[in-house]
Each structure stands twice: as structure tokens, then as C-alpha cells.
């Protein structure tokens, strides 16, 4: 679509949150860049919907900036016309059909009665929701819901796309598909936001993550660098002296490794994997088996959040 | 704002209790146009015990008469209004109250708002279309009690027919019910916006004007019955209005012109006041 990667679609600068004495979001300085798929991640109560919904223009912020696709937002920005969202649980009228609520909120956003009703039939469509398009919203379950709310964040295909939890309540097919979509929404050049807790969706679809943890940013960076920075060397030797040995000698030349069992050590992440063969073969010592190793996106989570939760925020 | 329009029609027309709001105000004044015009009948047609003085008895049968005028097209148009007025206030103040108190409980409101930022439209074309839907009732009003008399004609009831017509009278009523519910839907509003409860929204409503009437005890109390000061408070206001265009003789201190300033001031004040709460409030919801 000719974005330039470089552009950073939202972006925030001390941002700062406060309900009460309760400090939600404390000086959060974030930065998506266009054309990814960005995962917000972080324990309940961490402060992503605050995060979202001061974004979308619906919360004022207590402090910072915040700029979506460039334009400082507050609200009524026309900016937010522009950008396609999800806010936690989606919110129908339930008395109006799910063709109708999408046609009254196209029709909000300025679109003309023609094309509004054929962006909402071709967003229904999307979400496999063309065959109960005339059903009052009001009997759907949580799962068509939920598809609906993504409907409605891709109705007339916005540059950015805000998702808060999309796969909250879907069974696992309907999971697949709304992973399917959201990749395909970046083929076309769309960027995503999604926040979530589901760690093995973010490990799946997000180029770039964050972590959020009470209020504030724990680390942010594009997912494989954040992973490449905590990889490790594993090594099985055949004998516990063999083992013992190549610990030896890995020290000699000041590569450290820790012991994992009486075969096995880990060596640190820094080391250069081909090098560290090179000193153990150079010292005689071959090991049984090799393998890079790195984190679960789970345990990098907990590892920077500590495992907890969060105080509540909104 | 045409698409906010266009919205807003869809949201409002398929709401259930618009219709049947419409459908109370109907069931409810047709049987209040029969019973006023089976007892003015009634009356008419009184047979006084013979030691009555004649006098008396043609001023009673007279007042029944002129009674009588009151459910003859045209006059018959007001004299339904008058029926419905406080029930209208009342459907308004509920259709207020959960109109938008209902994008609170649904949590629609978050969802409308990321469609339509400007929070400021969205409330004026929300208030906007209340107001058509307020009218749209008293239109109603207005037809049922142009009918009315044709229907009690069709049904053999003879009914007196008006000389001269107090056509102005007629169009004041219009206004002023028109005004006090654009009043109540502002008044409304502005609470369901604060409280985000459309039942506490309503209850809130009645109390104001339970409190107002309070206020207005006291200031007579304290300034005498000739003050102008409760006057320019906006219930006391409506009623001075509403009393003006019945022909009552209230008020007399305030002329009609300020009156009509100070009850549109107030709706100015009240539809303001909710646009500047909702602009300046945070969307937890």
C-alpha cells in the first residue's frame, strides 16, 4: 500500500493515566511502526485498554502526548475516523440487527446509505457473519459478538486496526480464522494492533510486541529481537567427565557455562554457537547433541512482568 | 452530520418503546376526550330539583356548555394536548432517559464514539432528534384531537361547533408543550450523562421538580407573591407559560415575551450543559 515501514502509525510520549490515587498508565512511551502486526502484552489490569482507550480519544490522558497516524489525538479528532477499533467487549444495540448496526455506524461515520450497506455486507462477509446479518444482535452468542466487533473495526478497510482481546470468547476454529484475517489484513498493508494475553497468539502473528506491566513498559522491540536477546547454546555430552570437561574448557577461553544436569550445560546467549564448537573440538571434546534454545514468549513474559499480576486499573 | 442524522433515525425508529410510548399517548387520550365530553354531556343535560333558582341552573347548564366547546374541533386540539401534556412530559422524560442511558448500560456509547469522534455532534444531533421525536408526539396529539371530534360525531354525539376559534391560544399551547419537552429532554439528558443510570436519570428529573417547587415556596415566602424572581426558574417559567396560554390569569408581573426568553434560555442551558459534560467526560463504559 506505500506506507513507509519507518512511520510509526501510534505513538505516545509520557504518556500518563490516572483514575484516582490509581496510577493506570505511568509516563508510557510507545511506538508501532506501520505494517506490523504490534502485540500489546501484559497481565490483566496492566493498563492496556487505558492504553487503547486513551489512544481512541476516549479517555483523556493526565499527562503526554499521544499521536495517532501522525495527528495528536484528543477527542473529536477526525484522525480517529480513520482508524478501525475493537474496545474490549463489542457493544451492539442489541434491538438492531447486525446489518443495521453496522450500517448505523457507517452511516456515523459520514459514509453514504449505498456504500455504507455494502461495507457492511462485505465486512459480514469477512467475519463469516453474512448468514445472520438480519438477526437481532441481541440473541447472538459471545463468539458472534466478538466476530461482529471485528467487523465493525474492518468496515471500509482503515490504515490501522485496534483489536483488544479478538479471540476472547471464539471457539478455537473461530480463533484460526481471526488469526488467518489478521495476517491477511497485513498483506494488505494494514497495520494491527492487538492487544492481548493470549502469549501464543502474539508469538504467532506479531512482529513487533510490547510488555506492559502496571502502567508501565516493561520492553518493546520487534518479537524476534526480543527472543535472539535470551537464546541460549545447549549442549548434551555422553559422559558427566565429558560434560565437565567442556565446561573446562569453554572457561578457558572465557565462554561461561552453567550446568543444567549431569549431561547437559547451557552456554550464554552472546556466544557464537560455531565458536563454541570450534574451542570443545579444539579440546578434544565432542558433544552428543546441539541445540539453540530460546524462551517461550510465556517465559519472557514472566520473566519481565515477575509472574504477577497487576493492581487493577481500567 | 447528515450521517450522524441518518444514525440517529435508524437507532431511534427501531427502538420498541418509541412505539409504544406513541401507543400510550394514543390509548390513553382517547379515553380522556370520552369521559370529558360524556360529562360535559352529562351535565348539560342535568335536571335540577325544582327549587333551584332558574338563574343558577342556566349558569350551570351554560358552564357545561362552554365546556362542551372545549372538545369541538378546533378547540378540541388543545383540549387533548392539555390531557396528554403532563403524560407527555413524562414519556419524554423516559425516552430521554433511556436513550441515553441505554448507550451507557449497552456500552454503545464507546462503540459510537469511535465511529464519531466529535463527541459534540453526536450529542446535538442525539438532542436534535429527541426534539423531532418530542414534536412528533405532539403532532400526534394534534391529529387524534382533530379526529376525535369527527370520530364522536360519527358515533351520533352532537357537538357544538365554535364560532371563533382561538387559533393563536392554540398555536401557544403547541409551543409551550413543545418547549417544556425540549426542557425535560435537556434536563434529562444532562443527568443520564452525569449518573450514567437512566432509571436514577429519571428519578432525578421528578426530583428536580420537586425541589424547584420547594424553591419556589420559599422565595414566596421570603419575597411575597408578586416576585418576579421565581418566575425565572425554569419549571415555575413552563407553568407561568402553560397558565398564559390557558388564559389564566398568573403571573401577571412577568410579560409573556420574558417568559418565553427564560424558558428558552433554559433549554439552551440544560442542552449545553450536557454537550459540555459529555465532551469533557471519560468513556469508562
Partial sequence: ?314 | MIGLLRAEWLRQRKRRDIWLVALALVALSIPAYVSGVSNALVNIGYIPEPDFPPDFIEQVQEQSRQELLRYAFPMSIGTVIQNGQILILALVAYLAAAVTGAEFAYGTIRTSLVAHADRRGFLIVRLAAMAVTALLLIGLLVVLGALLPLGASLLGTSLPEVADPDIGGLVGFVAVTFLATCFVIGLTTLWAILIRNAAIALVLTIAYVLIEGAVVGLIVRAAGEDSVVRWLLPVADLQLLFGRVSGAQMGAEMPTLSAISVGIAWVLAFWAASVRVLARADIRE
Avoid at chain 1, 160 to 184: F, K, N, Q
Avoid at chain 1, 289 to 300: D, G, H, K, T, Y
Fill in chain 1, 1 to 314: 500500500m506505500g506506507r513507509a515501514v519507518s512511520q510509526a502509525v501510534i505513538e505516545t510520549r509520557g504518556l500518563r493515566k490516572a483514575f484516582g490515587s490509581v496510577l493506570a498508565l505511568d509516563d508510557l512511551t510507545l511506538r508501532v511502526p506501520a505494517g506490523s502486526i504490534f502485540g500489546y502484552l501484559g497481565p490483566n489490569g496492566a493498563g492496556k485498554t487505558t492504553t487503547i482507550r486513551v489512544v481512541l480519544g476516549l479517555l483523556r490522558p493526565s499527562g503526554g502526548e499521544a499521536y495517532l497516524l501522525g495527528e495528536p489525538v484528543t477527542p473529536g479528532s477526525t484522525v480517529l475516523s480513520r482508524v478501525g477499533a475493537m474496545v474490549e467487549r463489542p457493544a451492539f444495540y442489541p434491538y438492531l440487527s447486525a446489518h443495521d448496526n453496522l450500517l448505523l455506524f457507517a452511516s456515523a461515520r459520514g459514509l453514504a446509505p449505498s456504500r455504507a450497506a455494502e461495507l457492511s455486507d462485505l465486512a459480514l462477509g469477512r467475519v463469516e457473519l453474512t448468514d445472520v446479518a438480519r438477526r437481532k444482535v441481541g440473541g447472538f452468542s459471545t463468539g458472534m459478538r466478538q466476530r461482529l466487533g471485528i467487523a465493525l473495526a474492518l468496515l471500509g478497510d482503515p490504515p490501522l486496526v485496534i483489536l483488544d482481546e479478538p479471540t476472547a470468547g471464539l471457539d478455537p476454529e473461530g480463533m484460526i480464522d481471526v488469526r488467518v484475517l489478521i495476517s491477511g489484513l497485513v498483506r494488505d498493508g494494514t497495520t494491527v494492533f492487538l492487544s492481548t494475553h493470549l502469549l501464543a497468539e502474539a508469538e504467532q502473528l506479531c512482529t513487533q510486541v510490547a510488555v506492559l506491566h502496571r502502567g508501565r513498559m516493561v520492553t518493546s522491540g520487534p518479537t524476534a529481537d526480543l527472543f535472539a536477546a535470551r537464546q541460549h547454546l545447549w549442549l548434551r555430552f555422553a559422559a558427566p567427565t565429558d560434560r565437565d570437561a567442556g565446561i573446562r574448557a569453554l572457561a578457558a577461553v572465557g565462554i561461561a557455562a552453567e550446568p543444567d544436569d549431569a549431561l547437559s550445560c547451557t552456554v550464554a546467549t552472546e556466544a557464537d554457537g560455531t565458536r563454541v564448537i570450534r574451542y570443545l573440538a579444539d579440546a578434544g571434546i565432542y558433544p552428543a547433541e546441539v541445540a539453540v534454545r530460546r524462551p517461550s514468549l510465556e517465559q519472557l513474559y514472566i520473566e519481565l512482568t515477575g509472574g504477577k499480576g497487576s493492581e487493577p486499573a481500567a
